[in-house]
């Protein structure tokens, strides 16, 4: 009996002992089919495998977030052309450790000061689409160098000329194609190699698309990288490449000149807030309208319990598409950069004024948006941006999310450098309630003016926990940015998946105008019946966004590339 009881206390110590030894070991619920990287010491994660491992090398090197993210952000300029860029612009929210606090840095494109209301009017007073999406004229002032360079000096440790090396390397050396690269360069190449330089690029003689496997070189961007290696953003917007961007307006009918360039400036902003269920949500403010939309959002959610309802339930489907409609009427109506006009974003962020909207939803029937009388709102082609998610061992975060516009921005490569100028100026409500390329209308408060920055729907974004960075995400997507979020916000914090299965689950997307309800593959006949029965007009939607995020959770990293687009992948420091 004695050796009986013995042998169980003996059980149970052992029991125990590895009880509290797992509490140091990561996370793996092996009841889920999809899993997380897991590391420690730092990740990154962006649309591109080798950029990533670029930035996972700068943080095993010492560098901290924002020095692997700026390595990381020029060597997708060069192996993920369509997105990353140095003739873009975008947003990175950094939290600093030191500082305890979170920074947004706004490099969006700007106006060229001749840019006016009606420039891209025909005229018949008629919106012109190629005017405003792929001639030099679509090109805002590129904000990416200055906004990366300004990123390193504030908030990073190592120099410039380390920090771009890697994409030096890489435009110079070549890398291999992969699939995703040929065959997007192969389904473009009648938009891309209409312009001679992109073609001279971008393609092998005779315009013919590279294979997978075989090893693309870019002397041109290596060029213009050396040139920013040696004199900083100053080679950009006021030296050699300054030179050739000007020149190739002059020829070719563009308004950015070398005052535009040398007029470029970074806005270091203080981020939008909010409170969902006890997480802080930090994310960007104007010129961007994700944060806004993103709190806006999840304020009107909070009273219910989506968990309850279940993710991809009729029942919570319906809310969400409510609460995005109301969200994207106010954008259309109210938003616009901030240094131009003024955006009630204290109103718009508040839990009274989503109560207010919350007593318009009802929970069986469906609100009809106004109808449109334009075109067809979705977008003309398959449009790109790209977002990457650092996190390093040090407790710095990054989210940043830039972009050329569509992939490959305007098509046009400015001769001898390589860079793809971007098409961002379509970003603007070029005509009252005219929608742009994603659909979107605005008004005055988002209309074209001289050195204004484009209203943009990108959301890099930090959830914080106990004051502790949680959560960083963001995603390309147009339009769809915001929703994209706002469903990998929700599946963390409210149906408890793991990243990787809130980061793949299928997706939904409601923009007011046009008055459809998007939905990936992936939902149940049953439910989208039950939706057609409280009235909602539904269109089965290709992907929506892709979105690079990583959760920090008792000292370890978990991070997930999306795989709706190929390539992506999260890179650890360490397991
Ligand atoms: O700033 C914006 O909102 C758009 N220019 C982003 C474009 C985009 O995400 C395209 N990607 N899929």
Do not use: C
Not at 231 to 242: L, S
Not at 473 to 485: A, C, E, H, K, Q
């Amino acid at each position: 009996m004695i050796k009986k009881i013995s042998t169980y206390l003996f059980f149970l110590l052992f029991v125990s002992s590895v009880g509290a030894k797992n509490q140091d070991l990561p996370i793996i619920d092996y009841s889920s089919i999809t899993h997380p990287e897991i590391g420690t010491g730092g990740m990154v994660v962006s649309q591109r495998k080798v950029a990533s491992e670029v930035g996972a090398k700068i943080l095993r090197e010492g560098g901290n977030a924002v020095d692997a993210a700026v390595a990381t952000a020029l060597a997708l300029a060069v192996v993920l052309p369509r997105a990353g860029n140095l003739g873009g612009g975008g947003f990175m929210l950094i939290y600093s450790e030191e500082l305890k606090k979170t920074v947004a840095i706004d490099y969006r494109e700007m106006a060229p000061l001749q840019a006016s209301r009606d420039m891209f009017l025909d005229s018949n007073g008629n919106y012109d689409r190629k005017k405003a999406q792929f001639s030099l004229l679509s090109a805002g002032v590129p904000g990416t160098v200055a906004g990366l360079h300004y990123a390193l000096k504030k908030y990073g440790t190592l120099s410039w000329e380390v920090v771009i090396d890697p994409a030096i390397t890489l435009a110079e050396d070549g890398f291999v194609v992969p699939h995703d690269l040929s065959s997007v360069l192969s389904n473009y190449r009648n938009r891309l190699t209409a312009n001679a330089a992109t073609a001279r690029t971008y393609y092998k003689r005779n315009k013919v698309p590279y294979e997978a496997g075989e090893i693309i070189k870019l002397p041109d961007l290596a060029w213009s990288l050396k040139e920013l290696k040696k004199q900083g953003p100053a080679a950009f917007y006021k030296g050699k490449i300054a030179e050739k961007i000007v020149a190739e307006m002059e020829r070719n009918g563009g308004l950015i000149t070398s005052e535009d360039l040398a007029n470029y400036k970074v806005k270091e902003r203080v981020p939008v807030k909010g409170i969902y269920k006890g997480y802080e949500i930090v994310s960007m403010p104007p010129s961007s309208s994700g944060g806004v939309h993103l709190i806006q959002m999840l304020n009107m959610l909070e009273p219910f319990s989506l968990k309850e309802m279940g993710f991809g339930s009729a029942q919570s489907i319906h809310l969400m598409s409510e609460v995005m409609k109301r969200a994207y009427a106010d954008r259309s109506r109210y938003l616009g950069d901030t240094d131009f006009v003024s955006v009630p974003l204290i109103g718009l962020t508040n839990k009274e004024y989503a109560k207010a909207l919350l007593k318009e939803i009802s929970l069986t029937e469906v609100t009809s948006s106004e109808d449109i009388s334009n075109g067809n709102p979705l977008p003309y082609e398959s449009p790109d941006t790209t977002h990457f998610s650092v996190m390093d061992g040090k407790g710095n975060v990054v989210a940043n999310t830039y972009t050329l516009n569509f992939s490959y921005g305007s098509g046009i490569v400015i001769p001898g450098t390589g860079i793809l100028m971007n098409n961002e100026m379509d970003d603007f409500s070029s005509k009252k309630g005219v929608p742009n390329a994603y659909g979107l209308v605005g008004f005055e408060a988002n209309e074209i003016k001289a050195q204004k920055r484009p209203l943009s729907s990108m959301t890099p974004t930090i959830v914080f926990k106990n004051q502790k960075p949680y959560l960083v995400l963001g995603s390309p997507g147009g339009s769809r940015i915001i929703t994209t979020v706002l469903q990998v916000v929700i599946n963390v914090l409210e149906h408890d998946m793991n990243i990787k299965q809130a980061v793949i689950s299928p997706r939904i997307h409601h923009q007011w105008l046009p008055d459809v309800l998007l939905m990936e593959e992936g939902f149940s006949s049953d439910t989208i019946d039950l939706l057609k029965e409280k009235g909602h007009t539904i269109r089965p939607s290709r992907t929506m966004g892709s979105v690079q995020a990583i959760i920090s959770k008792d000292n370890y990293l978990y991070g997930a590339a999306d795989p709706r687009r190929p390539e992506a992948g999260a890179v650890v420091v360490s397991p």
